[in-house]
């Protein structure tokens, strides 16, 4: 048998702690990744791949003792997430913009700035309203911290346009 070519490391782990069980979500997700292959969709691997490691899971198989019903797997369609930010962007995001803001900003010029900041440019609806929830928790945390004012009504839970954010010494400049 061939090895894998070297076009991607794996991704997909098994999230269960019994090998055969997790074993079987491997061949389940693999299935996945060549069903969306072959639909014409961005796969986490090749389809070659998938199907080579399918082979090595049925070699395996017998050595533990376990038996595989290819036939009772559903594919499991991992989705790639190609607009993940590391640990604390938005947050580093949101200071930024807001360190460098000439005047008060809404939730949504700062949830733009900060996408600009790290280059995207579109995001699905899901994810931007994902995003847009935690560019307003950061601001509240921010608020709590004295680190920015907000103008307007800023209770939580009151996603207002016309709430304006700024840092609290950029109040001082306009209002001198």
Same mark, same amino acid.
Not at 72 to 98: C, K, W, Y
């Given at each position: =048998?061939? %090895? #894998?070519? !070297?076009?991607?490391?794996? #991704?997909?782990?098994?999230?269960?702690?019994?090998?055969?069980?997790?074993?079987?979500?491997?061949?389940?997700?693999?299935?996945?990744?060549?069903? !969306?292959?072959?639909?014409?969709?961005?796969?986490? &691997?090749?389809?070659?791949?998938?199907?080579?490691?399918?082979?090595?899971?049925?070699?395996?198989?017998?050595?533990?003792?376990?038996?595989?019903?290819?036939?009772?797997?559903? #594919?499991?369609?991992?989705? /790639?997430?190609?607009?993940?930010?590391?640990?604390?962007?938005? =947050?580093?995001?949101? &200071?930024?913009?807001?360190?460098?803001? %000439?005047?008060?900003?809404?939730?949504?010029? &700062?949830?733009?700035?900060?996408?600009?900041?790290?280059? &995207?440019?579109?995001?699905? #609806?899901?994810?931007?309203?994902?995003?847009?929830?935690?560019?307003?928790?950061?601001?509240? !945390?921010? =608020?709590? !911290?004295?680190? /920015?004012?907000?103008?307007?009504?800023?209770?939580?839970?009151?996603?207002?346009?016309?709430?304006?954010?700024?840092?609290?010494?950029?109040?001082?400049?306009?209002?001198?």
């Amino acid at each position: =048998m061939d %090895t #894998p070519s !070297k076009r991607s490391s794996y #991704p997909l782990k098994p999230e269960s702690g019994n090998i055969t069980v997790g074993l079987e979500e491997l061949v389940a997700r693999l299935f996945g990744e060549i069903d !969306k292959s072959l639909d014409g969709k961005p796969a986490l &691997i090749h389809r070659d791949d998938a199907v080579h490691y399918v082979e090595c899971v049925l070699e395996i198989m017998p050595l533990l003792g376990a038996k595989l019903d290819l036939a009772n797997i559903e #594919p499991i369609r991992t989705q /790639v997430f190609s607009d993940r930010l590391p640990h604390g962007a938005i =947050m580093a995001g949101v &200071i930024r913009t807001i360190q460098e803001a %000439t005047e008060p900003l809404t939730y949504v010029q &700062i949830f733009r700035a900060v996408n600009l900041r790290y280059g &995207i440019a579109e995001l699905s #609806p899901e994810v931007a309203a994902r995003r847009l929830q935690t560019v307003r928790q950061s601001l509240h !945390k921010l =608020m709590h !911290k004295g680190r /920015v004012v907000c103008l307007g009504n800023c209770s939580f839970g009151n996603g207002s346009v016309l709430q304006r954010w700024a840092r609290p010494d950029l109040l001082s400049e306009t209002e001198g």
